[in-house]
């Protein structure tokens, strides 16, 4: 509350003087008690003044038929993946309603470290939503990775007075965590009483007993609703998460349904999530029609993306629902049960047709961040005996499978074929020459390769191809534009999207970033990557060492599961 | 969580080394999934550590056939209220599973200022509970009080960094509020964003949303569901009062049921509540028991005992329920529909029979509070006229009516009889020699007095009677011994039960206070007062001006609805 102006705000709730604006004739969304109440909403200075047909504003914006909900909250979002700048997210998602994101920047700190989250903040200072930060809790994601900068504890104490710093950025070094790491436990203590983000896939037992009790308060990577449930009893606050490539919301709404949760405890993300999704079936408006789909009523599904988050968080004092005291954010929808967003308000200012201006100078360093050596054919060998571990892609997923294979071969060196694909990783931060070499099954790309500088969590050069050539001028192309997308078919070129903040993001407009995404997208299942394999989002996770089960890095093929490199 | 010994917690909870206890065998209620487990609870350090029946410990505690809930909370008492002192109220209380309790000590600041509230912060620092203060807003209640002290914003700042104060206690003063009073603004900002306790009876419309405006985030004066469901729809936590006075649970129980309201936003209270009502009926236990009795869910109704109230006063990650990290506070119950309490362990420890210890020294200056000069008889006299404003007595609540009516009388005096008792204030802190003098209907004392030095607010010295004389003895001998209650009849003393520190508590101990304190009201009923009036609690609240519809102050009779005394 703003104090400051509270003496004027209370004459507008006491109606001695009129409001700035009266938000009239709407059916209002009570996300406290479920109900819906036809009934105006009174806003001065951006805030939600008073409820009740009695207001009268200088203003008056007329809602009738209409639905009135809170603005929605992106629980926990990487905004980097959406491969955008910042601010075009928002110019993307608040056209779906989405007001605020509680937003982990660790793809940003892996890159650039504490210059990577400056950037994140200060392109968001200024764009109609509400933009929040975690503390990336693990950069690296492990130890050995090699990524761009270490981002500890002593660099987060500059940050932990920023009020739009909530807490801890999701752990995923659980086994740090459990094992009472110093470097992990700094972190933890730093945050005490605050959240703490979860990544927790299939943590189950003891270990999750020893997960939670070191504070870690929300999980966003429940696949099934067994797993959720044992979360849920040790008290964990669990992001349902629907983004690109994961997309879990369905198990778990149903099971929520069926075993009637109280669903206090839920509430929506999209954690990673392209912008051409968002562009087409939407961000958390998706979460909530899915949801209603589900059978879901469409109050409890409107809670779960406005007023639970916000409770999480810590926010519910300024966000969240529709009520006096709190920020005028409002999305006003044509309908409930297909949550068609109608406009879209922050801080009581109609933000549907916000336009957002890129302008990362062009001698950012953030503009130079691929330094990579020159890779040479060799380093894409690999040795191959009887039997191999083999990357299985699982469509729909971004867990793999761990398999073993005999692998197609010539001369004792794995030959790719449409089956099985091969993935190189190409350290790209430090100059160190290191690559890494594995095989892939279920990608099944043919006649040509893709490469990506987008490769949670260490964002270095991932390639997947049917054969060497087409894959090292994928990898040389992208170290000439400083990193992006591309794909090659029999040694051309056809499609590249260069990403040149970070290697991470393009400033070149969402309209040429998703026109190449989409022709990029359908020309690689046109190439042989079966439908459910988001050909671009899997590449970008192949190298993610902390999720199971099988992973390549610049080092090698490490067993997430084993916590070691195979061969070790 | 403690994150020195986290690496040892740690341990235990992976299973490595044994747990200092384990509670094994319970049927453990999970206030987050509404389950009922039969598993086990390991604890080391007082911290829950892990739940599973892997767990092996140095002490088992076997909990066969018992149920296992968090340990009870308190969403909002006067610990004052019950006559005994602090240590007093736990060892009664900690038999009713309650281990929690969020404070308001107005009644000590009220009399003695920042060294009332140090006593109350002192006297539960080493209580096997855990005793949160909320900084009282409103002292004096109403800027002409006479009350003992002023306890202001710049008084509070000293102790907003002490971890056990929680935010702003109860804000009785809604005018001063929704017109921002430059005193109460400078109070309500400087806890911006902390809880802040409302109190706000049949507070409505453009008021209730200034007051909500205002960052008031809860209230616990609702007596009915309209009055409930106006206050949810904007917000506000609703503690749900079962005290000796005021009783509202079962009207909101009731709908709640009803109209299946989520449950989340609502947690229960006492408020204030004598030590032989917490003897005989229980505390808080109690309210679970009636409102599973209303139809409510036993598991429901504890939640609202435990998680929520942990919730709204961002207890959470502490306190509340039975998960790892969280604080090792038990109640064991033989039976969940009688909430029958067999054991209770706080930080792991049973104290079913904790013993307190009375202990503040005989020259504390909290001993030296009653300051009033003796009253002469004709301070007692009361002009009438044709029509006279009668405070009106509603059995089972604390709002009174105002009504007007022709009084018995003598030469232009009111004569009091069984109908219209006559009833006295008079100023106790600063030796001002101020009395009010005015008329009660309902009470119906026959043949003497009773006299009091707990007035809420500001605790001067109140008696009612059907006659001069035994009202001037009742007065002479509270002045005489310091503070307390006391009970005449026909001339002469017949039961006091002594309350020496700040004429609000006694550290007799509680049988003492007990036998005296059931004999006086068994006595004051014999004399007339009817069954549903407690006589001594009535009393206590016929001085508060800030709860409708008319009270008696030192100054007069005070119309609370007009803000303004009678005859101004």
Redesign the interface.
């Known amino acids: ?1 703003d ?1 400051q102006n ?2 004027k ?3 507008v ?3 001695e003087i009129p409001a700035e604006m009266v938000f009239r004739g709407g059916k209002v969304v ?1 996300v ?4 819906i ?1 036809e009934t105006s909403v009174a806003v001065t200075n951006g ?1 939600i ?4 047909d ?1 207001y009268v504003g200088e203003t008056e914006i007329d809602l009738a038929g209409k639905y009135l909900c809170p603005g929605f909250i992106d629980g926990h979002i990487h905004l980097e993946s959406t491969m955008v700048t910042p601010a075009e997210l928002v110019e993307q998602a608040v056209k779906c309603g989405t007001t605020t994101y509680i937003v982990d920047p660790h793809e940003a700190a892996n890159v650039s470290g504490a210059d990577g989250i400056d950037y994140i903040l200060h392109e968001t200072e200024n764009v109609p939503a509400n933009v929040f930060v975690m503390m990336p809790s693990c950069v690296p994601s492990l130890p050995f990775e090699d990524n761009g900068c270490i981002f500890d504890a002593a660099e987060m104490k500059n940050y932990i007075n920023n009020p739009r710093v909530l807490g801890l950025g999701e752990v995923m070094d659980y086994v740090g965590t ?3 790491a110093p470097m992990m ?1 700094e972190k ?2 730093l945050f ?2 605050m959240p703490k983000d979860g990544h927790a896939p299939g943590l189950s ?3 999750l ?2 997960y ?4 870690i ?1 929300n999980d966003h990577e429940c696949s099934n609703f067994d797993e959720v ?1 044992e979360k ?4 964990m606050h669990i992001h349902i998460r629907e983004g690109s490539a994961a997309r879990n919301l369905e198990p778990i709404v149903r099971g929520i349904l069926q075993t009637k ?2 669903i ?2 839920f509430s929506f993300c999209t954690d990673d999530k392209h912008i051409e999704d968002i562009h087409t079936e939407g961000h958390i408006d998706h979460c909530i029609r899915k949801a209603i789909a589900c059978g879901m009523q469409p109050v409890d599904a409107i809670r779960m993306a406005t007023i639970h988050t916000a ?1 999480h968080y ?1 926010l ?2 300024r966000l969240g ?1 529709i ?4 920020q005028a954010d409002f999305v006003a929808l044509d309908d409930l049960e297909t949550v068609a967003v109608s406009r879209v308000f922050h801080k009581g200012v109609d933000v549907s047709s916000f336009h957002a201006q890129p302008k990362l100078p062009m001698d950012s360093p953030l503009r130079q961040t691929v330094h990579s050596l020159p890779v040479q054919p060799e380093q894409l060998n690999l040795s191959v005996g009887e039997s191999c571990a083999v990357i299985r892609v699982i469509p729909n997923e971004i867990i793999t499978g761990h398999k073993t294979a005999k692998l197609p071969q010539e001369n004792g060196l794995f030959a790719a074929d449409s089956t099985y694909s091969k993935i190189a990783v190409v350290e790209r931060h430090h100059n160190t020459g290191k690559v890494g070499v594995g095989a892939v099954s279920g990608f099944n790309i043919r006649g040509g390769a893709i490469a990506s500088t987008v490769a949670h969590d260490s964002h270095n050069l991932s390639v997947i191809g049917d054969n060497d050539a087409d894959m090292l001028l994928a990898i040389e192309h992208l170290r000439d534009i400083g990193g992006g997308y591309t794909l090659v078919e029999n040694g051309k070129i056809l499609h590249t999207v260069p990403l040149p903040i970070m290697g991470l993001m393009s400033d070149a407009g969402f309209d040429t970033v998703q026109a190449e995404l989409s022709a990029m997208i359908a020309k690689a299942h046109e190439m042989g990557v079966p439908e459910g394999v988001s050909p671009l989002t899997l590449l970008s996770f192949l190298a993610l060492p902390v999720i199971p089960a099988l992973r390549i890095t610049p080092r090698g093929l490490f067993d997430v599961e084993q916590m070691k490199f195979i061969g070790e």
Chains 1, 2 share one sequence.
């Open positions: 509350m104090f509270f003496s705000l209370a004459k709730a006491r109606g009570n406290f008690t479920g109900e109440i805030t003044v008073g409820i009740g009695q459990v094992t009472a436990v933890l203590a005490d009483g037992g003891n270990e007993n020893a939670v009790l070191a504070g308060t449930m849920r009893r040790l008290g949760q109280d206090s405890g409770e810590h519910h004092h629902a009520a006096p005291g709190l």
